[in-house]
């Protein structure tokens, strides 16, 4: 199946900051979502991207699917920002179903 | 926006008893997925249904088993509880094989206890 891996695994950040988060996936990908995970545990979808750039507010993420990587990044940096983004691809080698497979996450903690 | 339910938000229940999570889709989506994730883990993959016919499976224990309904919700069922199975379970659901996009919605979660 598909390997996916995020980094970095921790990531401090001042309020106001920028970051950029990365995800790199073995193989293609039909799909390729990004989503964060707040304290409460749920999981919110940011982006569905599977190629290209989009952009919502002060989040954007870019999918190179050649080069087998998507990259979120988060401008101006808030503490409602702090959780888990999670990179997940869709699942190879069944015929259908297409489960998504995560990465590890990224924990983010913005200080205020 | 019509979202994805789960029900209950929360559950207890001792080692050796069985519990059953309820999953609504959002409407006219024909795709539902199954996630556990435990404490610190990401979520894994556990089974799908398309037009409620399991479409695909992954690492659900055998002593659970699921379903999907004719009004396309869908239950987990799981028996003989271990402390292992304390975890956050999510549904999802898609509308990509009825020509929507792939993306999933996952719902709120139900957080299971086993004590």
């Known amino acids: 199946g598909i390997q996916v891996e995020q980094s970095p695994p921790d990531l401090i950040l001042q309020e106001g900051a920028n970051s950029t988060l990365r995800c790199n996936f073995s193989?293609?990908?039909?799909?390729l979502q990004w989503f964060h995970q707040n304290p409460w545990g749920q999981l919110i979808n940011l982006f569905y991207i599977p190629s290209g750039t989009k952009q919502n507010g002060r989040l954007s993420a870019t999918t190179v699917a050649t080069e087998r990587y998507s990259l979120l990044y988060i401008s101006s940096s808030q503490t409602t920002d702090s959780g888990v983004y999670f990179c997940a691809v869709e699942r190879t080698n069944s015929n259908s179903g297409y489960a998504l497979n995560f990465g590890k996450g990224t924990s983010l903690l913005v200080t205020p | 926006a019509a979202g994805v339910i789960q029900s209950p938000r929360h559950l207890i229940k001792e080692k050796r008893e069985t519990a059953t999570l309820k999953c609504y889709p959002i409407p006219r989506h024909d795709t539902v997925y199954w996630y556990q994730q435990g404490p610190g883990q990401d979520p894994q993959f556990l089974i799908s249904f398309y037009e409620k016919m399991q479409s695909d499976k992954g690492s659900i224990p055998d002593r659970f088993s699921a379903q999907q309904f004719s009004d396309y919700h869908s239950e987990l069922n799981m028996s003989s509880l271990e402390l292992g199975d304390s975890a956050l379970y999510f549904c999802?659901?898609?509308?990509?094989?009825?020509?929507?996009?792939?993306?999933?919605?996952f719902g709120p979660g139900t957080r299971l206890t086993v004590t």
């Open positions: 193989d293609s990908v039909n799909n």
């Open positions: 999802a659901s898609s509308g990509r094989l009825a020509g929507g996009s792939y993306e999933q919605y």
